[in-house]
């Protein structure tokens, strides 16, 4: 793990691997919780923590250093199930490159287990990380103008939910009725870092 | 219906609400957002007995006018602007009693981007994840004002500063902004980074509320491919592949995946936001305390 100095009071945390992050960060938020960390952010994203609002980022680079990180126990956070129809404009594409029959998009994608490893793009958006390296797949070339909410999409390892009409680049395999953001509910996210998904198939209706 | 309200008669080109924004979020992907000048927003609150935090309205470039149903004091400041109630000028930078009814006209800017305009009690509209911040980027807080919205007010919590005028800093002939090297600073070549601040780079007129762009000479990459999406700080200097640096303001995104080669110094961006295009911009490296 490296740590990056990030203007005068931020700093980057950088592990070897999205998992290693992953558990930084649940050792980064157990410490504030228990009041050892005061920072205003604490950011995960694919391979970093960012840690923004820190009084002396030079003394928490060295003191990262020393850190005891535990890997994240499997199971440890709430588990979210989204239901979807894989209805998408993209099923056949994405079956094509997975090449595999259409429904058995579902059949792979229902039964992945995802982690939100981070959010961003939009308030509430979760960048979803389970499904194996073959089924990873390109953004499309020409993003669409608009992609409308609840759109289930994929894009290089990350499965995503819009959680409002925006444009957009993933392949859409599906649709889901889920509210992802409302900010006038508590939590407003539905999907934070750490959280568990599944994707529950309903029939079309 | 309450008559501490504000009508706006012209929004002007871009009027939002704005207070000091919704920081802690960033993990959800909700971005910081807030008044892109904090010392000015700050000032004219302070002039007319606000807290510092009172939600204000910023314009760009040619101002705004509002009608208030009750008589209530104000303050214009950031951008120095002519200031008229009822057609008569007032002070600028100073506290104004605007009459019931009577037109407060805040001018286009002679200089700087960007005025603030605070009234006694703060703008009221219904906080979003604690702040009324417009956030341009995710659609966050109240839409940018139109002809005809009506602003709520909250009640006056102290009694106007008692000064004349307010000094203020001017807008910046050319643009200092103190820079801090990376975290991605590798990705580009040595000469990039010399470039960086030995070039000489102008404020693009495609600069909002989410970034300061530049025009100037492309900085050139050390290493190709993608860097995964990591978190991003407020005056983050990110570099997308056309290699024009832009300097991430309070809308920015709250991730990204173009590296960043620099970042500014906290007390420099307030006069980043009143750089108008076509403004000399310097980057100047400086080391770390």
């Keep these: ?205 | 219906m309450t008559d501490r309200a504000l009508v706006v008669v012209r929004c002007g080109a871009l009027t939002t609400v704005q207070d000091r924004g919704r920081p802690g979020y960033a993990h959800l992907g909700v971005p910081r957002s807030g008044v892109l000048d904090p010392p000015a927003a700050a000032l004219v609150n302070r002039l007319v007995g606000n807290p510092p935090d009172s939600a204000v309205l910023e314009t760009t470039l040619n101002g705004c006018a509002v009608r208030p149903r009750s008589t209530l004091t104000v303050a214009v400041g950031g951008a120095p602007c002519p200031v008229t109630v009822g057609g008569r000028p007032v002070g600028w930078g100073a506290p104004v009693v605007v009459p019931a009814g009577e037109l407060l006209e805040v001018g286009a800017a002679v200089a700087g981007v960007r005025s603030y305009l605070a009234v006694a009690g703060g703008i009221a509209v219904e906080p979003v994840l604690g702040s009324r911040a417009t956030d341009l980027l995710s659609g966050l807080g109240p839409a940018p004002l139109t002809d005809g919205t009506v602003l709520p007010l909250g009640a006056p919590s102290g009694p106007p500063a008692r000064v004349d005028v307010a000094p203020q800093p001017g807008p910046p002939a050319e643009l200092v902004l103190r820079v801090t090297p990376g975290p991605r600073d590798d990705w580009f070549t040595t000469r990039a980074v010399r470039d960086l601040s030995t070039r000489g780079y102008r404020v693009s007129s495609a600069s909002n509320r989410i970034g300061l762009r530049t025009e100037g000479p492309a900085l050139e990459r050390a290493r190709s491919g993608e860097l995964p999406s990591e978190g991003m700080v407020r005056g983050a200097v990110q570099v997308p592949p056309d290699g024009r640096p832009v300097v991430f303001l309070a809308d920015h995104p709250t991730t990204g995946g173009y590296p960043v080669i620099a970042v500014v110094r906290a007390a420099d961006l307030p006069a980043a936001a009143q750089a108008v295009p076509g403004t000399p911009v310097r980057f100047v490296p400086v080391h770390r305390r």
Aim: hydrophobic fraction near 40%; include cysteine; glycine fraction near 8%.
């Design chain 1, 1 to 205: 793990m490296r740590a990056l100095p990030v203007g005068e009071h931020a700093l980057l945390l950088e592990g070897t691997s999205g998992e290693e992050a992953r558990a930084l960060h649940a050792e980064l938020l157990r410490r504030r919780a228990e009041g050892s960390l005061t920072v205003r952010e604490i950011v995960p994203a694919a391979r970093t923590v960012l840690l923004d609002g820190l009084d002396d980022p030079a003394r928490w680079a060295a003191e990262l250093a020393s850190f005891d990180v535990p890997p994240v126990p499997p199971c440890a956070r709430e588990l979210v199930e989204l239901p979807v129809r894989y209805d998408g404009p993209d099923l056949a594409e994405v079956a094509a490159r997975w090449q595999v029959p259409e429904d058995e998009v579902a059949r792979i994608h229902a039964g992945t287990e995802f982690t939100v490893a981070f959010c961003g793009f939009a308030p509430g958006f979760g960048y979803l990380t389970g499904l194996p390296a073959r089924c990873h797949v390109p953004r499309r070339s020409t993003p669409r103008t608009a992609v409308p909410a609840g759109a289930v999409a994929l894009a290089g390892p990350y499965t995503g939910v819009y959680p409002r009409s925006s444009p957009g680049g993933w392949q859409l395999i599906g649709t889901t009725d889920a509210v992802l953001w409302d900010h006038a509910r508590v939590p407003a996210a539905l999907l934070s870092p750490g959280t568990r998904v599944r994707f529950v198939p309903v029939e079309n209706s």
